[in-house]
């Protein structure tokens, strides 16, 4: 069975080509070959002799996730249905499928990808939350998710790309697969991303923000807050009751900032849910003193029972914010701000058009 390289660092391919009796500065070749370069073919790698080029492709591959299905919308995104592997490398999950969306604009795009497939977090305004765990993915699914929407839209590639791990899952519960990809993605002889351009969402799971903050490199931090009190927070997400709002906020007043970064706390504004003066209030006596901005995403309604909030509460409620000295954004749902959440891509799938 040929050994699949995608997901490995630069350290693990030095190791595995010494193991083959050759160099290790072989395995960094190859390691800048496949995502720096963003090759597949061993045959093109015309830096490495001939007779390690045919040996390599014998016994090794560069599996780049298959793209199932396309959705196109109109503002140019796609969004991409990957099934996962099923062969006993990645265990179980035949049959699931993950998403990740590419969202061009002039200056860049942006890659939203998962973490998982399925998700164990049960927000109650989430699809993906309907499905469960199905199974993490390993470092090799998740930044494949990135090569291959790179790959799909070669023709038109901005300079700039930006990746928010925002798709299915919890990026911080498949937290060192996920951080394998993140290094992959962040490393200048790799994907050579800013960490300024990349971006994590967590519902919330306070040890591993605690874990990412110890982390060398790391991507940018969100937090998808939805609710001003924790009753009403319990209600939507019920993970609030393993890390109830005051723990999270105070991992997050904790959380070292670079001089550069703020956090960022996403607001999915459900009609009549969380989206009062009070709220509004709440939210701010929350973020109070920390370096952060808060992007409020109206909800678009969609299968799950939930209504849009009135455009008067959402422009009051950025008011409110506003007036108390919060950095406030409001992301209105289409395209890209659509996105703006974790586990919301499964919302839009009825306003994309599928082409195979
Ligand atoms: S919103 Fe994110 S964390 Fe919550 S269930 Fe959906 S995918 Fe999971």
Request: net charge neutral; with cysteine; glycine share 8%.
């Amino acid at each position: 069975m040929p050994v699949e390289l995608l997901g490995k660092s630069q350290p693990d391919l030095r190791e595995w080509m010494a193991s083959l009796g050759e160099p290790g500065y072989r395995g960094a070749q190859v390691y800048h070959a496949i995502y720096a370069e963003r090759q597949r073919d061993f045959a093109s790698m015309t830096n490495l002799p001939a007779a390690l080029r045919e040996r390599l492709g014998r016994e090794a591959t560069i599996t780049l996730p298959a793209i199932e299905r396309r959705y196109h919308s109109a503002d140019g995104a796609v969004r991409y249905l990957l099934p996962l592997r099923t062969d006993s490398a990645a265990g179980a999950g035949g049959g699931a499928t993950v998403e990740a969306v590419f969202m061009p604009s002039e200056e860049r795009q942006t890659i939203c990808i998962s973490t998982q497939a399925g998700c164990p977090v049960d927000c109650k305004f989430c699809l993906t939350a309907t499905l469960g765990l199905v199974r993490n993915l390993g470092a090799g699914e998740i930044v494949g998710q990135v090569l291959v929407a790179l790959e799909d839209n070669r023709e038109r590639l901005a300079p700039r790309t930006n990746v928010v791990l925002m798709g299915q899952g919890e990026p911080l519960l498949n937290f060192d697969a996920t951080m394998a990809a993140v290094r992959i993605l962040l490393d200048p002889n790799a994907l050579a991303l800013s960490p300024r351009h990349v971006t994590l969402s967590t519902s919330g799971i306070v040890p591993g923000i605690e874990r990412l903050a110890q982390e060398k490199v790391r991507p940018k931090l969100a937090v998808s807050l939805n609710a001003s009190n924790d009753a009403e927070r319990d209600a939507i997400m019920p993970i609030n009751r393993k890390y109830p709002i005051a723990a999270l906020l105070e991992a997050c007043r904790r959380y070292p900032l670079r001089p550069w970064e703020r956090l960022t706390f996403e607001y999915v504004l459900l009609g009549g849910v969380n989206d009062s003066p009070e709220d509004a209030r709440r939210v701010a006596r929350l973020v109070a003193g920390l370096r952060a901005k808060v992007n409020l995403i109206p909800w678009n309604p969609g299968e799950l029972p939930y209504r849009a909030p009135e455009a008067a509460a959402v422009e009051e409620f950025r008011r409110i914010l506003a007036e108390k000295n919060v950095l406030v954004f409001v992301r209105y749902s289409r395209g890209q701000d659509i996105f703006a959440a974790c586990g919301q891509l499964a919302v839009i799938e009825s306003g994309m058009e599928a082409r195979a």
